[in-house]
């Protein structure tokens, strides 16, 4: 019996380092997320897609050519009259992110929104790209879990930031800090940003269902649920 129960702490023991040693190579391996790699042009700016200025078919072209972008995924959403209202686009290895969106408005970029999960943090965002003016939060109810999301603004930059986190239903507040995954980032026309604030590509709730409001930003800490 001794010696069966040395075996398998033994096998245990193998398969803890094995899992070790795979975590420790994926994270030296691990690329730094697509938000902070591009170093075309600055922000809103992303790989050279500026909005308000770049069209439809320069995006394309240049989505085509990014390193990590796949492009036998990108699938164009038009309107009844064949207008180009954005294009969809999924990041392949060795990219983090796992995929992208571009908005247009008259054949110009009015937006482009980036899902991060698992490849960015609060603290790799504020480094680069500084702290916010402002959030917004909106809590949800899924089916086994309760939820907030808090989406970070900086109006006169163009970009804002949203973050997910997952809460018991008797809290009343949550932590946000520096290791808290980033969800999605979303450059935007800061000229555009009154009338993106009316659509969902900012705050992802329709405008009449909106209940919550804009709180200053004084760093990390507790935020209070509503």
């Known amino acids: 019996m001794k010696s069966f129960l040395k075996t398998v702490a033994g096998i245990l023991a193998v398969v803890a380092i094995i899992v070790l040693v795979l975590t420790a190579l994926r994270n030296i391996n691990r690329r730094s997320s697509m938000v902070l790699t591009s170093e075309e042009c600055n922000a809103p700016c992303w790989y050279g897609i500026q909005p308000g200025v770049t069209d439809s078919w320069t995006a394309f072209e240049i989505l085509n050519q ?3 972008v796949n492009g036998n995924s990108i699938t164009g959403e038009y309107d009844r009259d064949e207008h ?16 992208g969106s571009v908005y ?10 980036l899902l991060t999960v698992g490849s960015l943090q609060l603290d790799d965002f504020f480094e680069k790209f500084g702290e916010p003016e402002n959030f917004w939060t909106l809590t949800g109810h899924g089916e086994n879990r309760d939820y907030v999301s808090v989406t970070l603004f900086y109006p006169e930059k163009g970009y804002v930031v949203e973050v997910v986190i997952d809460y018991e239903s008797d809290m009343t507040q949550v932590e946000i800090k520096g ?9 935007f026309n800061p000229e555009k940003y009154q009338d ?4 969902q590509l900012l705050i992802d709730q329709p405008l009449a269902a909106r209940t919550g409001s804009f709180a200053q930003w004084t760093g990390y800490g507790l935020i209070d649920l509503e």
Do not use: C
Not at 179 to 187: A, D, G, I, K, L
Not at 196 to 199: C, D, H, I, R, S
């Open 66 to 68: 990014i390193e990590g």
């Open 84 to 99: 180009i209202l954005s294009y969809y686009w999924y990041f392949k290895r060795p990219a983090e992110d796992s995929a």
């Open 104 to 113: 247009f408005s008259n054949d110009r970029v009015t937006a482009i929104s």
């Open 179 to 187: 290791s808290t995954p980033v969800m999605r980032v979303t450059f």
């Open 196 to 199: 993106l604030l009316q659509t």
